[in-house]
Each structure stands twice: as C-alpha cells, then as structure tokens.
C-alpha cells in the first residue's frame, strides 16, 4: 500500500550539489517522521537526516552535518535532501524511509523505519 520513491541522485564532481527528491503515497504524510538513509555495498545502513512531521526538528548524521539538509513539503508528499559540498565519501545508494508508527520522535535508527523506496544512486568523483 505505502509506496516511497527517491529521485535525483547521479554524478557530480566533489565539492557539487545535489538535491534528492522522495514522495510518498498510501499514507498521511504530515503524520510521519521521514528520514534518509545511504548504504554502499558490504558497509551497514547508515541514517543521514530525519524530520519530523512538522518539519521543525531535525537530525543529521555527524558525516553529514552543515553539508546537508532535509526539508519537506507537505502540500505536495514531498522530502528533500540538499547535498553541498560533496564528497567521494559520500558516494552510496540513498533510500527515503517512513517509519511504521506515525509521529516518531525523530531518530537514525533503521529498524525503526519500515517503508523504504528503491534508492537513488548517489556518485561522487574526484
């Protein structure tokens, strides 16, 4: 029923930007915590940002803090993540997740989180 789909990921040089996209269906999403995750073949999921249902409080992952942010559009079922500053590093596939309990207090813990989409594939060259 819950259908999550990310989009906006590919090649940038280090130092670019990105911005990923995730919408979401089959749920009420302004009831929902919503974060992104990375994950690079044989390494663990690792949570990058999270946002509350409001869009007033956020988490990032030390790897990523003052480089990237999360936002999110209501009106329109919509997560944003703003990659600055990019690094080879940060090369992985990126996933959108929801979380199964609506109004999550915001956290990077991925058992938490039980609708994923696809990823979107995230390069970063040197």
């Known amino acids: 029923q819950v259908h999550v789909v990310e989009s906006g990921g590919g090649l940038v040089q280090a130092g670019g930007s990105l911005r990923l996209s995730c919408t979401a269906s089959?749920?009420?999403?302004?009831?929902?915590?919503m974060a992104w995750f990375r994950q690079a073949p044989g390494k663990e999921r690792e949570g990058v940002a999270c946002?509350?249902?409001?869009?007033?409080?956020?988490r990032y992952a030390d790897s990523v803090k003052g480089r990237f942010t999360i936002s999110r559009d209501n009106a329109k079922n919509t997560l944003y993540l703003q990659m600055n500053s990019l690094k080879p590093e940060d090369t992985d596939m990126y996933y959108c997740?929801?979380?199964?309990?609506?109004?999550?207090?915001?956290?990077?813990?991925?058992?938490?989180?039980?609708?994923w989409g696809q990823g979107t594939q995230v390069t970063v060259s040197l």
């Open positions: 997740a929801a979380p199964r309990m609506k109004y999550l207090l915001p956290g990077l813990e991925n058992h938490e989180y039980t609708h």
């Open positions: 089959g749920l009420t999403f302004a009831d929902y915590t």
């Open positions: 946002i509350d249902q409001y869009g007033m409080t956020t």
